[in-house]
């Protein structure tokens, strides 16, 4: 097997992998399509195998391309990670940093603090990650990421910020139409809403709240901000975080007693980071934005 096989070839094996075509590869990167077939013919040539066949649906991807592709995904991070260090060098605040966060911490929350972030140092560029799923720091597929759940490998430098409590709200124009639950067995008798498919948080909610579960959700999503659209528009009950309930008009925290969940909060970074004065500074300015959002739940 050829040793000298570039990135260039596997970022199109990627491109490939993700787009199911050569020439939606092609759109993707910017290249021709007759470029992705001989990067494709190269690594096939290189392994001695095909990588992919074709069908009426597209090129499906044999066992070895899939065997690949998270090779691939780790050699983009990292490419990704030499680009942003690299235009991120001397003591000046500037070049790129990639920050994760889920769905709702990313809308709901950041950016506010990073607007603020930008005005203070305007040669920084942010590159923010909305997602539910937690992101390998040590991959480098971000710099930074907020977290609902303390971090366990040892190369990263962590602050937990604390606490960002859950609670079950409503929109007073559905309560006005449908009652106030008084009792958790009066949520029986309301339009809840939940997720489709089950996460650690409703495994915990449904021991806690045995009726609280898949088959009790007259709306299902697994999206975090549609579930808090749901609530807003007055579809029905469902969990939100108290800080960003508070802040909308309308809305009405039900069985608060009952019905409290506590997510703790960390800011992760890679500890080889540390001394980079971009990931310092968006460091810092999630941590004070981040203890200024759990301290609005308390207040």
Not at 29 to 34: A, C, F, R, S
Not at 175 to 191: C, I, K, N, V, W
Request: contains cysteine.
């Amino acid at each position: 097997m050829d040793k000298t096989i570039g990135w260039e070839l596997y970022r199109t094996l990627l491109a490939v992998l993700t787009e199911g075509s050569l020439s939606g590869a092609a759109r993707a990167l910017g290249i021709t399509q007759p470029t992705v077939g001989r990067h494709i013919a190269a690594l096939e040539g290189s392994f001695k195998q095909p990588l992919f066949t074709r069908s009426q649906t597209g090129l499906l991807p044999t066992e070895t391309a899939l065997a690949l592709r998270g090779y691939a995904e780790a050699m983009q991070h990292t490419a990704a990670a030499l680009e942003r260090a690299a235009t991120g060098q001397g003591q000046a605040v500037n070049g790129t940093v990639r920050i994760s966060a889920s769905e709702i911490i990313a809308v709901e929350v950041l950016p506010t603090a990073l607007a603020q972030l930008r005005q203070a140092h305007p040669q920084l560029r942010i590159e923010l990650l909305a997602t539910d799923k937690v992101q390998d720091l040590l991959q480098r597929e971000a710099d930074i990421a907020v977290r609902m759940t303390a971090p366990k490998q040892d190369q990263l430098i962590a602050r937990r910020i604390g606490h960002v409590e859950l609670g079950a709200y409503a929109h007073a124009d559905y309560l006005h139409q449908h009652g106030t639950p008084s009792t958790q067995d009066d949520l029986s008798r309301h339009a809840l809403i939940g997720f489709d498919v089950p996460t650690p948080f409703l495994r915990a909610a449904s021991k806690q709240l045995p009726g609280w579960n898949r088959e009790a959700f007259a709306l299902r999503t697994d999206s975090n901000l549609a579930q808090l659209a749901m609530i807003r528009a007055g579809c029905g009950i469902g969990f939100c975080q108290v800080a960003l309930a508070i802040r909308t008009p309308g809305l009405v925290r039900v069985l608060p007693r009952q019905l409290s969940f506590q997510l703790e909060t960390w800011v992760t970074m890679h500890e080889d980071l540390r001394t980079s004065p971009r990931c310092k500074a968006t460091f810092d300015a999630l941590v004070a934005c981040l203890l200024a959002h759990t301290q609005a739940s308390q207040s």
